[in-house]
């Protein structure tokens, strides 16, 4: 235990250095992929309205004519020195982009993980009780389709169900509560809670739902089959044999002792799944007009805004390692055999 | 699973209050859905749709064209007219203020345009005011020594560098939007959020992206009286989401932009009228005159008697378009269809292959034809096919296709890659000038190597021509060159489409060819 304790420290020192290094490479490669892409944040602007001189002087004043070197270290001085800058196509400081933004994708992505393990741990469950029956089929081959299915047309298809019903099927909230909810935390479902706005909650509730689901079901499809497959292999062990000999219910061998072994790995499977469900809120995002930080990064990939494009990448990567990062040290305190 | 169960139902038992239009606060409000985007706020900062609708309904212009109308009428002038081509004076309405209570007067007029030519952002539109700027230096253009002079506060002169008629029309346009000069900084812009104007709503929030919230200005002073208190603007990423929102009636208004399959899909919507008033978008095919075949006029006469407007807004656009035969679209003073005069409404193709055989031409003519497949609107490629079946269907061309995203198109058109390749165009003002300087002077915007010393000519002399006869005959002129050079072959106009719930009035008469969406003129009943 005491060598377990100073190894997880260093590991902890160790990953969050290496983060520095990771960064750099990441934003060195957007850099270079956005320029070798064609066009740029002027062409996408204005161009077919304006001629070869006019789309000149515009590349001069927005800086983009300097030598490719001269823009890289520009831009690597100001992310060293935090100053993210500015999005080209329409002026937004970029830290303000992603506080804007980044409640939005955080409450979408929270409430997808949500249903996941709401749909996912119980059906899981259950197909590994009912190991090679029709429910056991059934539950996988879903597991699959929603897994398989691609996110865009799911919930274009749920909208088509839903809308008729009068349930919202777009956007975070109402424009009223929009308009009448001030913003404090920058995370809308919290500030409806906070503002004493009658209905603003519920509201904003009410438009989680569609797009929760929609990525929720997605999820789910990885955690039946990881929770179904740790579960057969828990039922395999020696002590779940010592418990039925000594006369345990079924029931209570499943759920005092095999199921919570077959939960461990999926901890470390929902910090995996950050970055699956980060690329999923993309297109949850775009299909349900939802403002986060997803439909902004295809917004200013479509502009070619390179400022904006790397500073939302780095945001996301950075996320994603902090999320490994604390499943790691989840993982550790809850599980004595793991070691770094 | 039990407790997500339990909150999902509790939630459905609140009703269906979360979208629809039962949703506004008061009877008095709507919403407009729109996937056009806003760049910026402030009146230097953009060239978009997204930004210039908000802007007219924001700030004033001198001068403003009316709902269905193509001639500039006072807004924040009385009066604004030319002493001469290159002199414009206005006259002020007394009395005028910003939303702030400022005051409105001519030294703030000044200001607005020396800030938007002096910040020169490569989104805006400051190169609309190219007749009042010195340009001597690129690095730093400004607003031209004694541009604009300003004798008293209500009283603006315009000394333009060049004599030029369409300038009244700039002035019309959302380039030209009055700021405050105590609110708005000379170098720089304003933050979106905190933009003020002087016109009929003022901005109350603005959520980069998902919304604008606009409410009536109590202290404007103008013929645009608002008649609703409260507008908001909801931006979409998207068609699909927008076409299920005004389908389902969670928003009241979608206006741009939906595909033709949506328009007509929702035509059988029994709870929204799919209104359509006349449009000034154009789309068009460009011939690259650098390339063997483009720069042959047999054979780009040759394919104007072949093409087939009608099957192209049949068969590409489900009939939500007009064929168009002229450069200028439809309604615009001067505008004649050169094209149909020259080459017939329907095809004529025997009369193209005795041009080819007069100009020794051997057929059939390989060409490629260029389009590029999202930028324009999914339904272009369905058009690119369509010229292409028709000019192979003639059997005198071999006409192949090829596309790029619109990044990498703009660059391969001009670098010869395509013989023929499709554009589309919005005007910036409404004036025939805006479908001729752009396109034909000394190889257009696009620069296709097409260069007419007789048509410079004359674009220079209906630039200076005052008299609104004369012009309309140099324009024609220019209209009968272009047919018989064929450095471009028009092929439709679009319309003006909103979709609106049943109880929204006023949107019929807003949608022309400016495609300024007025607020003001707009109301829901109950």
């Known amino acids: 235990m005491a060598a377990a304790k100073g190894s997880l420290p260093r590991y902890i020192v160790q990953r969050v250095l290496l983060i520095i290094p990771m960064i750099w490479v990441l934003l060195t490669l957007v850099f270079l992929l956005l320029r070798v892409a064609p066009g740029d944040p002027v062409s996408a602007a204005v161009g077919g309205k304006l001629d070869a001189q006019a789309m000149a002087a515009a590349r001069h004043q927005a800086g983009l004519d300097r030598p490719m070197i001269v823009q890289y270290l520009d831009y690597i001085k100001g992310v060293g020195t935090l100053h993210f800058g500015k999005t080209i196509s329409d002026n937004r400081p970029i830290l303000d982009v992603i506080r804007d933004n980044g409640g939005a994708t955080l409450t979408l992505t929270l409430g997808a993980f949500i249903f996941a393990l709401a749909i996912g741990i119980p059906l899981g469950l259950l197909a590994g009780r009912r190991r090679d029956t029709v429910t056991d089929a059934v539950i996988r081959i879903f597991g699959v389709v929603s897994y398989a299915a691609p996110i865009f047309w799911t919930g274009l298809l749920a909208v088509i169900l839903i809308a008729p019903l009068g349930w919202p099927t777009y956007d975070i909230a109402s424009p009223e509560t929009k308009f009448l909810v001030p913003a404090h935390t920058h995370i809308l479902l919290v500030d409806a809670l906070i503002s004493g706005q009658p209905g603003a909650f519920t509201d904003v509730l009410q438009h989680h739902l569609l797009p929760c689901v929609t990525l929720g079901l997605l999820l789910s499809g990885v955690f039946i089959r990881l929770v179904r497959v740790n579960l057969l292999q828990s039922l395999k062990g020696d002590y779940v044999e010592a418990a039925r000999a000594r006369g345990i219910p079924e029931r209570l061998v499943i759920r005092r002792h095999a199921f919570r072994n077959a939960l461990v790995p999926v901890i470390t499977v929902i910090g995996l799944q950050v970055a699956l469900t980060m690329s999923g809120a993309v297109l949850t995002e775009r299909t349900f007009n939802w403002p986060g930080l997803g439909n902004q990064l295809v917004k200013y990939i479509d502009a070619r805004d390179y400022t904006a494009v790397q500073g939302l990448v780095t945001f996301f990567a950075i996320v994603v390692v902090i999320v490994s990062v604390l499943v790691d040290i989840i993982n550790a305190i809850i599980d004595p055999r793991v070691r770094y | ?526």
């Open chain 2, 1 to 526: 699973m039990a407790s997500t169960g339990a909150l999902v139902l509790s939630l459905a038992a609140c009703g269906s209050s979360g979208g629809g239009t039962g949703n506004n606060a008061s009877g008095s409000s709507w919403i407009l859905g729109t996937t056009e985007t806003v760049t910026a706020m402030d009146p230097a900062g953009s060239y978009d749709f997204g930004s210039w609708n908000l802007q007219y309904n924001i700030f004033q212009q001198l001068m403003v064209v009316p709902a269905g109308e193509t001639q500039p009428a006072p807004d924040a002038a009385q009066s604004c007219d030319y002493d001469n081509p290159k002199q414009i004076t206005c006259k002020l309405r007394p009395g005028l203020e910003f939303s702030n209570g400022d005051k409105l007067t001519s030294s703030d007029v000044k200001f607005s345009f020396e800030r938007n030519i002096a910040i020169a952002d490569p989104n805006g539109s400051s190169v609309l005011l190219g007749s009042i700027t010195d340009s001597s230096n690129p690095d730093k253009p400004k607003l031209a020594d004694g541009a604009i002079e300003t004798p008293d506060d209500t009283t603006v002169i315009f000394h333009l560098n060049k004599p030029d008629t369409t300038f009244m029309k700039v002035l019309t346009s959302a380039t030209s939007s009055i700021v405050d000069e105590d609110v708005f900084p000379a170098d720089k812009e304003l933050p979106d959020a905190k933009v003020i104007g002087s016109g009929p709503y003022k901005l109350a929030q603005y959520k980069a992206g998902e919304q604008a919230v606009l409410e009536a200005n109590p202290k404007y002073q103008g013929d645009r009286k608002a008649k609703t208190d409260r507008v908001f603007v909801q931006y979409f990423s998207d068609p699909a989401p927008l076409k299920a929102a005004i389908d389902s009636g969670q928003i009241d208004i979608a206006w741009r932009t939906l595909s033709p399959t949506d328009l007509n899909d929702l035509e059988g919507n029994s709870d929204v009228n799919v209104l359509k008033g006349q449009g000034s978008e154009f789309r068009y095919w460009v011939w690259q005159l650098g390339t063997k075949v483009g720069k042959q006029k047999a054979i780009r006469q040759a394919a104007a008697y072949i093409i087939d407007r009608d099957a192209i807004a049949k068969n590409a656009y489900d009939g939500t378009v007009k064929p168009t035969y002229s450069i200028v679209p439809p309604g615009f003073a001067g505008q004649k269809d050169s094209f149909k005069e020259k080459y017939g409404a329907t095809p004529d193709v025997a009369k193209a292959k005795q041009l080819l055989k007069q100009a020794g031409i051997k057929t059939p003519i390989k060409i490629r034809l260029g389009y590029t497949p999202t930028h324009y609107g999914p339904n272009t490629v369905d058009e690119a096919n369509e010229l292409k079946s028709e000019l192979n269907g003639s059997g005198l061309f071999q006409a192949t296709t090829d596309d790029a995203e619109w990044e990498r198109y703009q660059t391969l058109y001009k670098q010869n890659a395509y013989d023929l390749f499709i554009l589309g165009w919005y005007p910036d003002f409404l004036d025939a000038d805006n479908y001729l300087t752009p396109f034909i002077r000394d190889g257009g915007f696009y620069g296709n190597n097409y260069s007419n010393p007789k048509v410079n000519a004359l674009l220079d002399k209906e630039l200076g021509e005052t008299d609104s006869a004369k012009r309309d005959k140099i324009i024609e002129q220019l209209q009968d060159i272009v047919a018989d050079d064929v450095p471009l072959i028009p092929s439709w106009n679009g319309q003006n489409v909103a979709v609106a719930g049943k109880d929204i009035q006023g949107v019929e008469q807003t949608l022309d060819p400016t495609y300024i969406f007025r607020f003001w003129m707009i109301s829901k009943k109950g």
